[in-house]
């Protein structure tokens, strides 16, 4: 019965977790997408994949995944 009870608990952890990080791809999402208009707005192009690759910005998104 107790190790019902901590399974139960345990999938309950791992939907809230899972949950969270959800909200947290969603939100860097919008980040990426608003960093995107705003370089095509300054430099009167989309982003290359190598302008991608070179922004900080860029990487101070994905470290604060990787934190969580």
Not at 9 to 37: C, P, Q
Not at 39 to 66: H, M, W
């Amino acid at each position: 019965s107790c190790q019902v009870l901590l399974c139960i608990s345990d999938i309950m952890d791992i939907k809230v977790e899972s949950k969270r990080l959800e909200d947290k791809i969603a939100d860097l999402k919008v980040e990426l997408k608003t960093w995107e208009h705003s370089f095509e707005a300054t430099n009167g192009k989309p982003p290359s994949r190598q302008d991608i690759k070179g922004s900080k910005e860029i990487c101070v998104y994905l470290t604060s995944l990787e934190l969580g």
